[in-house]
């Protein structure tokens, strides 16, 4: 059976914002590659802060002004959903009707769902309930915002990132979806090694580990610099994330300031990442885990926690011994050490094959084959 061609398709690509997150980048990236395949993508940011490079060439559209904030307080809710039907009712009369609405994110997925705009996917990018149980741990109304925000799925069309949150959101009794579907995160690989070769001036000339991502309660930068402490290595660590002074105020409470570099947000981070000697990630909760995927493709060691979800399904077969029990630092010195004394080989990373940029956009498209 020869499958049928999807012709050209107009795509709203909805979220919070284009700051330094991976979900950002995730979007970026089908957005280039529907681009690329000569598709029509546009870039719908509720809130005009960006920090990724956006091609010129795709449409970025701004949806609330920069003095608009608490769009989905309990108060602005209804306003907020009715100035963004207004927008997107504009904007199709202006350029012409989308074929698919992607909405990301939390407060996205909020607004989105009560604007009755189809066919429109909800991107989950996390594990739903380590998230709510970590907004608990804040407080009541923090606890109420995040599950006013996961009920919005409820009836709606779900694409979840990895297995492991697709299979959370099936066995869910707080989320009754209309489907679930698991797409895995798109990766340029030939663009990411790419990118790699282009040195910048103040990476490190001798070997060090890595760190990539938010100076968030959830990636456990704790356990991390623990873990340090207990190495028998000596390796500095550098960390790759947008808030600095939150990062250098935990290290120099530590008195880690001679072990720990915050080179702090890069728009290419793969010459870092290729050049280190291991990546390591120590979260409590991931949704896929983007950072692991970018280190195998570019042939660097990654070292992760077994955490829900996605770390189990990159390091499989041989790298699964590369997997560590959450929360415990002295178990990841130990394999810290352990990776850096054998120098593991990872090209050939089962997971590659499945994320290629070309297979994922095929997949995204084809939740447009029958509107």
Same mark, same amino acid.
């Given at each position: ?18 700051? +330094? +997150? ?50 989905? /307080? ?35 997925? *909020? ?28 407080? $009541? ?13 409820? +009836? ?5 990132? /990895? ?76 960390? *790759? ?66 955490? $829900?979800? +996605? ?17 415990? $630092? ?42």
């Amino acid at each position: 059976m020869i499958a049928r061609a999807i012709s050209h398709k107009r795509i709203a690509i909805v979220i919070d914002s284009l700051s +330094g +997150g991976g979900a950002e980048k995730v979007m970026l990236t089908l957005a280039k590659g529907l681009q690329a395949r000569g598709h029509e993508p546009h870039l719908l940011v509720l809130e005009p802060a960006v920090e990724h490079e956006v091609p010129v060439d795709i449409p970025l559209h701004f949806c609330f002004g920069a003095n608009e904030h608490n769009l989905d /307080s309990f108060w602005r809710l209804n306003g907020t959903v009715a100035k963004l039907k207004n927008f997107l009712t504009q904007l199709q009369q202006n350029i012409g009707r989308f074929d698919l609405f992607l909405s990301n994110l939390h407060q996205t997925n *909020l607004l989105m769902t009560r604007t009755g705009v189809s066919p429109l996917y909800c991107v989950v990018h996390n594990s739903m309930d380590e998230e709510l149980k970590r907004q608990r741990k804040l407080g $009541p109304i923090a606890w109420l915002e995040m599950w006013r925000a996961q009920k919005a799925l409820n +009836g709606q069309h779900l694409i979840a990132v /990895s297995e492991g949150v697709a299979d959370e959101l099936r066995q869910s009794t707080r989320i009754m979806p209309a489907s679930v579907t698991t797409i895995y995160n798109p990766f340029a690989l030939a663009e990411i090694r790419a990118q790699a070769e282009l040195i910048p001036e103040d990476l490190p000339k001798g070997d060090y580990l890595i760190h990539v991502g938010r100076f968030a309660r959830q990636k456990r930068h704790d356990v991390l610099f623990a873990a340090l402490k207990q190495m028998q290595h000596n390796l500095p660590l550098i960390l *790759l994330c947008s808030n600095r002074k939150k990062a250098q105020k935990a290290i120099t409470k530590l008195g880690l300031q001679q072990r720990v570099i915050v080179a702090g947000f890069q728009q290419n981070p793969f010459p870092w990442i290729k050049h280190a000697r291991a990546l390591v990630l120590s979260s409590d909760y991931e949704g896929f885990g983007n950072v692991l995927l970018e280190a195998l493709a570019l042939g660097t060691p990654a070292i992760s926690t077994a955490c $829900p979800h +996605g770390p189990t399904e990159i390091l499989t077969g041989n790298l699964a011994q590369w997997l560590v029990p959450r929360r415990d $630092p002295v178990a990841l010195a130990k394999k810290l050490d352990q990776l850096l004394d054998s120098k593991p080989d990872v090209t050939d990373a089962e997971i590659l094959s499945k994320v290629n940029l070309d297979t994922i956009v095929q997949q995204y498209l084809a939740l447009t084959a029958d509107e």
